[in-house]
């Protein structure tokens, strides 16, 4: 017999199920109290296949190949500089503008410094990094990176078996 303090198995069982896709076994129940009304957590069952050790091998060779490593090298010989040279910029317009105020102080045209000026050469040269990037993207890494897509999907589709 059950005791109106708990609910019975059949309303339990109305809650998400582990086939929900959108049901998050590990986060549900947090911050709840697991008092004399709450439900006993449920064992969570193994839902997702881990990815057949075939295709874990498949991006291992991907990664190691020449092309891989071009692409990655190409990203790494831009951003490495660019990211070093906008902090550099930015360091340089904190460290005047709280060691040298009175540099920064003097007017320029009119109401406009050398303080607004930098601030917005810091707005200015963030747009162009970002034009950089992009171009830099498109021109010197994209069409090998779509390249790798592609192999490697084609790849991963001869080892799952896939007949799209």
Do not use: C, I, K
């Not at 003097?106 to 410094?113: D, H, I, K, L």
Request: glycine fraction near 6%; charged fraction near 20%.
């Amino acid at each position: 017999m059950q005791s109106s303090n708990h609910p019975p198995r059949a309303e339990a069982s109305r809650s998400p199920g582990y086939d929900d896709p959108w049901h998050d076994a590990l986060a549900s129940g947090w911050g709840e109290s697991a008092g004399a009304g709450a439900p006993e957590p449920a064992a969570v069952p193994q839902t997702r296949a881990e990815p057949p050790r075939a295709a874990a091998d498949v991006y291992l060779e991907v990664q190691r190949s020449a092309a891989f490593q071009e692409v990655r090298s190409r990203y790494r010989r831009f951003v490495v500089p660019a990211v070093a040279a906008s902090l550099a910029w930015y360091v340089a317009y904190v460290v005047t503008a709280t060691a040298a105020p009175a540099l920064m102080a003097r007017p320029v045209a009119g109401a406009v410094n050398v303080a607004m000026l930098a601030g917005l050469g810091q707005f200015l040269t963030t747009f162009l990094l970002t034009w950089a990037y992009a171009r830099h993207a498109r021109l010197r890494r994209d069409r090998a990176a779509l390249e790798l897509r592609w192999d490697t999907q084609e790849l991963t589709r001869g080892v799952r078996g896939d007949a799209s």
